[in-house]
C-alpha cells in the first residue's frame, strides 16, 4: 500500500474570456481512496463538476478572464499490486465486456494498422502479458525521452519514427500496438512520485485476465504508486485542461511525494 501526497499549481493568462475543461483530480476507484483533497480555481471561482470519460474520475468546467489560477491537494491511498504480465492470458475477443471494445479500435493519436509490421516483425509468437511486457521493453529501448517543438502534437506512427518523445509518446505507440495485437488498450493520466520532471504522468492501460492493468513503458513508475486521474481513448480525452477559447502559460509545478 503506497500513501501520496499530491500538490499540482497552474497559473495561466487568457487574452479574452475563456471556458476551460479541467481535469487534474485524482480519481476515486477500488484500488485507491482520495483524501484530504482540496482544489481551488480562481479568481472567479466559478466550477461545474462533471464525471470524466467512462466515469472514472471528475472534470470541471469553469469560466474565466484575464487568468486561470488552479491549486490542487490531496492525499492519496493506493492498494494496488503490481503485475506479473509474464502470466497473465489474453482474454479472447468474443469474450471481452463491451466497455473495453472501444479500445480495440483507432483514435485521434493511436493508429492501429500503422503498427501491423512492427507487432508482427519484432514480437513473433508472443501474446498477452508477455507480448504486453516486450511492447514495453522495446518502446524503452527504441525511444529517447525527451520532447521539442516537433513532436508536441505528433501522432503514435510519428513518435516512433521519431524515435523521441515523452510519456504521453511512449503511451501512445504502446497503446496502438496492443490494440494491433487485439489487446484493449487505453490512456490514463496519473500522478507518480519517481517521474522526471515531475508532472502529469501517462500511462497505458491494457485489458488481460478480465481486468485493466497500468505499465509504463518509461519505466519511471510502477502501478503501484500511480495516482489515476482519468483515462481514455488516448491524450484527448484526459487532458488536464481543455480550453475554449486562448490561453498562455504562465506557471505550472506538480510535486508528488510518498507521504
Not at 494498422?113 to 502479458?129: C, I, K, Q, R
Not at 488481460?208 to 482519468?230: C, E, F, K, N, Y
Amino acid at each position: 500500500m503506497t500513501r501520496l501526497q499530491i500538490s499540482a499549481k497552474l497559473s495561466y493568462r487568457l487574452p479574452m474570456p475563456c471556458t476551460i475543461l479541467v481535469q487534474v483530480e485524482a480519481a476515486e476507484t477500488p484500488d485507491q481512496i482520495v483524501a484530504q483533497a482540496n482544489i481551488d480555481i480562481g479568481p472567479t471561482g466559478d466550477k461545474t463538476s462533471v464525471a470524466a470519460h467512462d466515469g472514472i474520475g471528475t472534470r470541471l468546467w469553469t469560466s474565466q478572464q484575464d487568468r486561470l489560477d488552479i491549486s490542487y491537494d490531496a492525499l492519496v491511498t493506493i492498494d494496488r499490486a503490481n503485475p506479473d504480465f509474464a502470466t497473465l492470458p489474453a482474454t479472447a475477443l468474443n469474450d471481452l465486456p463491451g466497455h473495453t471494445v472501444p479500445y480495440l479500435f483507432n483514435s485521434l493519436y493511436c493508429s492501429v494498422n500503422a503498427f501491423d509490421s512492427v507487432v508482427t516483425g519484432e514480437f513473433p509468437g508472443l501474446e498477452g502479458g508477455p507480448l504486453v511486457a516486450a511492447m514495453a521493453d522495446y518502446i524503452k529501448q527504441t525511444m529517447t525521452y525527451g520532447s521539442d517543438a516537433d513532436n508536441v502534437q505528433c501522432n503514435a506512427e510519428q513518435s516512433l519514427a521519431a524515435r523521441k518523445g515523452v510519456c504521453r509518446d511512449y503511451a501512445h505507440i504502446m497503446i496502438s500496438m496492443a490494440r494491433c495485437a487485439n489487446i484493449p488498450a487505453r490512456f490514463a493520466s496519473t500522478y507518480a512520485p519517481d517521474v522526471q520532471p515531475q508532472d502529469f504522468h501517462a500511462v497505458p492501460e491494457v485489458f488481460l485476465d478480465d481486468r485493466w492493468h497500468l505499465i509504463d513503458p518509461t519505466g519511471m513508475a510502477q502501478p503501484s504508486d500511480m495516482a489515476v486521474i482519468g483515462i481514455g481513448r488516448d491524450a484527448t480525452d484526459v487532458s488536464f485542461l481543455t480550453a475554449f477559447g486562448r490561453m498562455n502559460m504562465v506557471e505550472q509545478r506538480v510535486a508528488v511525494t510518498r507521504a
